[in-house]
């Protein structure tokens, strides 16, 4: 079993739908939690970060963390053409690595 | 700040040549890290530095790579002899970690290899 599992979709819908990512995992020593966003041909660029359980919300963006069930979310509300983009989770426990999952594909259509 | 430089942005070499990537980072970040890109395996941690040392190297495949960090503002990834499974984007990032806070890696806009 890997250590982050995530849907690669591609997840296609239309502009101004609730769109929802999620990564599962099974390393328990994983504290911190992130979404980075990754455009075609771009490097990946943090979008939420959060610590341990819980949410956090910025702007359309919501992230959510059960600790419990190892598994964490990414909403984006009324998304938006520019939201087209690939999300990958990404966890670090300890130390500084991080560990991505391998992204999800998501195009918003006008 | 110009945010992390990679160069060169796209290479392509034949099967047996050696292979240079070069990274410049952000500058007063303290952490370096080089990571690989592909479809199937999507974005894996090769190696990282702190402080110009290396901390962990378990993520290079094999003895034909090797990265260095001769100084805070400068780090290499070489492949030689370089083959087509190495083809691949690779993304050098950056963070400024301190004793209790984790921060964030920049990503710079990665180098494009492709072997033939």
């Known amino acids: 079993q890997k250590e982050v599992e995530q849907d690669p979709g591609p997840l296609s819908v239309p502009e101004g739908a609730i769109v929802s990512l999620n990564c599962t995992y099974s390393n328990s020593a994983f504290q911190y939690f992130m979404w980075y966003r990754q455009y075609s041909r771009k490097g990946p660029e943090l979008l939420m970060y959060t610590y341990s359980s819980g949410n956090k919300e910025d702007g359309r963006f919501t992230a959510q963390v059960d600790k419990s069930s190892k598994y964490i979310s990414l909403f984006i509300r009324d998304s938006q053409p520019s939201d087209s983009a690939t999300y990958l989770c990404a966890m670090m426990g300890g130390s500084e690595k991080l560990v991505f999952g391998k992204g999800t594909k998501l195009t918003v259509n006008p | 700040d110009a945010g992390v430089i990679q160069s060169p942005r796209h290479e392509v070499t034949e099967m047996g040549q050696e292979v240079t990537l070069r990274c410049k980072p952000i500058s007063g970040h303290n952490s370096l890290f080089w990571y690989r890109q592909t479809m199937m395996r999507g974005l894996e941690l090769l190696i990282y530095?702190?402080?110009?040392?290396?901390?962990?190297d378990s993520g290079m495949p094999e003895d034909r790579f090797s990265a260095k960090m001769p100084n805070a503002s400068f780090s290499t990834l070489k492949i030689q002899p370089s083959e087509p499974r190495d083809s691949a984007v690779y993304f050098c990032a950056s963070s400024q970690t301190r004793t209790s806070l984790q921060e964030t890696q920049y990503f710079g806009p990665g180098t494009r290899l492709l072997v033939l």
């Open positions: 530095f702190n402080n110009n040392v290396p901390i962990d």
